[in-house]
């Protein structure tokens, strides 16, 4: 479900940077890198860049490297850590519980002026709609962002 009457896939056609607040699984910023968005991601320890490498890196920690899974995956995602955050994104995707959206709204969302926070779990949030509401910010949800980049790109 859509919680407004955007389409999804013209959100992300006018989009080219993602920060991803935690994701389910690797191939969400695979997904989004082979897309061609420019992807960042947050922890409490700080921001990194996600790329795509063909070889291993020696410079980079392992546990910042997922290899290729199979055949299909192409070059290693490697997580770089910077040493601050990007100065805007276009889209928030957020894989947290619900009762961290009004810290990720204010201390991520806002600041860096993104229009769009895509809930990447399941079910809908009436929480979120509020405080998308109340911040003039579009909110997509029960949505794959990694299911719709793919198919906007193939």
């Known amino acids: 479900m859509n919680s407004t009457k955007e ?3 013209k959100i992300l056609a006018a989009s080219k940077t993602i920060l991803l607040v935690d994701w389910p ?22 921001y990194t860049s996600a790329t795509l490498v063909d070889k291993l890196p020696t410079n980079t920690e392992a546990k910042s490297i997922f290899p290729p899974k199979n055949d299909y995956e192409k070059g290693y995602l490697v997580f770089s850590k910077i040493d601050s955050g990007p ?22 969302v806002l600041p860096l002026k993104a229009k769009t926070l895509w809930m990447q779990t399941t079910g809908t949030s009436a929480l979120a709609q509020e405080l998308c509401n109340q911040n003039r910010i579009i909110l997509l949800e029960e949505l794959d962002i990694a299911e719709i980049a793919n198919d906007c790109r193939g």
């Open 25 to 46: 699984n690797p191939g969400v910023p695979r997904a989004l890198i082979n897309a061609g968005f420019t992807v960042y991601c947050h922890s409490p320890n700080g």
């Open 87 to 108: 100065i805007s994104v276009d889209i928030v995707n957020v894989y947290r519980p619900e009762s961290e959206l009004p810290q990720i709204i204010q201390n991520l």
């Open 7 to 9: 389409d999804p896939r």
